[in-house]
């Protein structure tokens, strides 16, 4: 199964474009001949990279819209239409974490951030499918990570996102199966993206708790993503390490990793 065949009237839709692995799928899809259209709350960042593809001579569109806004995610497809494209591809890459024990949480942040890693991702898959399915033709990338495989104490909510992520996604391989239409998970570890300094913990801090061989850069992440998408895999997974780290988190009785997980999470530290 591979990617639908890019053409005038189609596009790929990412979420989370602005910056990091998003921005990195949107240059490999429009380096692979697929029109985009890039979404993030900052319109100004989606322009500068709009500008870098056109210049590379791809097509790139840009839609300014806040994830967490349910009304906002409900007008996006229409959106796509009144530039006269159909959606073929896909990609909900937006997604950001809190910090630190549930204890000492803010609820509304918390809650920001499951509407944009789970509630976004299951509302715009429920809205691109029928249309996909319909025409049998499309393809769908959602960017879960290697924390789905386990739990994460100093990072409750967003590893519970992330399986979440990844638990949908592989039911969808099974739902749309002999319909044309494909679903993978991408699951990255560690990459060097500032998302964890937006989190709220220091680079240097993510870098003595994973050790360097596990790192990953956001274009081989976006690399492993698309060609997993291609290929109509159910999983990614970027680089040797993580994928063995994955198997090892998801076989090891929890009982014994959490103690070492807590005991490691920059988050947790007093």
């Known amino acids: 199964m591979s990617l639908p065949t890019p053409a005038a009237d189609r596009t790929a839709l990412v979420t989370g474009a602005s910056s990091g692995i ?19 709350r900052r319109a100004e960042k989606l322009e500068e990279l709009a ?10 569109h840009v839609l300014g819209a ?7 995610r409900a007008t996006l497809l229409d959106r796509v239409g009144e530039l006269g494209l159909t959606l073929d591809i896909l990609v909900n890459n937006a997604g950001l974490s809190t910090l630190g024990p549930v204890a000492a949480s803010d609820p509304d942040a918390e809650m920001n ?7 976004a991702v299951a509302d715009l898959c429920s809205r691109a499918l029928p249309g996909m399915v319909q025409r049998r033709r499309g393809a769908v990338l959602n960017v879960a990570s290697t ?14 996102g992330k399986a979440f992520v990844l638990s949908y996604t592989e039911s969808l391989t099974g739902e749309l199966k002999g319909t044309g239409v494909t679903a993978t998970a991408l ?15 220091a680079k240097e801090d993510a870098e003595a708790a994973l050790p360097s061989f596990m790192w990953e850069s956001p274009e081989s992440v976006a690399r492993t993503g698309i060609d997993g998408l291609d290929k109509g ?3 990614a997974i970027p680089g040797l390490a ?15 990793l959490v103690p070492v997980l807590a005991s490691r999470h920059p988050g947790l530290r007093t």
């Open 22 to 40: 998003g921005a990195a799928l949107s240059r490999e899809l429009s380096r692979r001949g697929h029109q985009v259209v890039l979404v993030a």
């Open 51 to 60: 500008t870098e593809l056109r210049a590379a001579g791809g097509r790139a």
């Open 66 to 72: 806040d994830l967490s806004d349910r009304s906002a």
């Open 113 to 119: 951030m499951i509407e944009v890693d789970v509630m």
């Open 147 to 160: 924390a789905a495989f386990q739990p994460l104490p100093g990072q409750a909510a967003y590893a519970a």
């Open 187 to 201: 699951c990255p570890g560690p990459v060097d993206t500032g998302f964890g300094e937006t989190a709220g913990f």
């Open 233 to 235: 895999h159910m999983i």
């Open 242 to 256: 993580n994928r063995a780290a994955s198997v090892f988190a998801h076989l090891a009785p929890n009982k014994l």
